[in-house]
Every structure is written in C-alpha cells, then in structure tokens.
Nanobody, 130 residues
Framework: QVQLVESGGGLVQAGGSLRLSCAAS????????????MAWFRQAPGKEREFVAA????????YYPNSVKGRFTISRDNAKNTVYLQMNSLKPEDTAVYYC???????????????????WGQGTQVTVSS
C-alpha cells in the first residue's frame, strides 16, 4: 500500500512561515522513493487545484509558479522518504489545502500538471490571516 501523509499545516499571520512535510510509505516508495518526482499542489475553496512546487528525482531540478517563486522552497530527504515545502512571507492568498503528490515519470512539459501524478496525500490546511 502506498501512502503519502502531509503534516505541518496550521494558522499563521501574513508574513510568517510554515514548513510542510510529506512522508512517503509503502512498497513503491520504500526502495524507490528517490526515483519519484515529488510535488506540492494546493486547492482553495471554490478554486481548481493548482501547482505549487516540484522536485525531480535527484533534486537536480525544482519548479515553481511565479506566484510562489522566491518565497517557497521544495526539498527532499531521500533517506527519510520525505519531501518538504518551506513557505516564507506567507500571504492570505496562500490559504488553501496543500497536497503532496508523487509520480514515477513526468515529462518536463507536464511537471506542473496534476494529471501526471499517480499518488496523492490527504492534504493539510494552511490558513494565513491578514
């Protein structure tokens, strides 16, 4: 059984920081976690789920949309089967449920598309007050 479990969400004031974690477990990840592309998406009420960050297998590449570039940093610890999202300078518009996602293979042009990710966590709520 494959499982992604997010943690670290919460309530923070604008300008503050949070660090999200996503722990991967299960047979698919136990040996091959380092080979997965890992990503974070978020979904605010009434909105589509949107891409936040991705990191490639060997941490050779990271991807961000303009909305979070310079404020958010994705990283991974392959020894711990965990991916992180450090969020700084948070804004009220960052309020959403944040989801961790994983994919064994993603084309470069599709790394920001949720359609390429096979595994998803249950999400963690991030609320930024003004």
């Amino acid at each position: 059984q494959v499982q992604l479990v997010e943690s670290g969400g919460g309530l923070v004031q604008a300008g503050g920081s949070l660090r999200l974690s996503c722990a991967a477990s299960g047979s698919a990840f136990s040996t091959y976690f380092s080979t997965y592309v890992m990503a974070w998406f978020r979904q605010a009420p009434g909105k589509e789920r949107e891409f936040v960050a991705a990191i490639t297998r060997s941490s050779g590449g990271t991807y961000y949309p303009n909305s979070v570039k310079g404020r958010f940093t994705i990283s991974r610890d392959n020894a711990k089967n965990t991916v992180y999202l450090q969020m700084n300078s948070l804004k009220p518009e960052d309020t959403a449920v944040y989801y961790c996602a994983a994919a064994r293979s993603v084309p470069a042009e599709g790394i920001m598309s949720r359609n390429h990710y096979n595994y998803w966590g249950q999400g963690t709520q991030v609320t930024v007050s003004s």
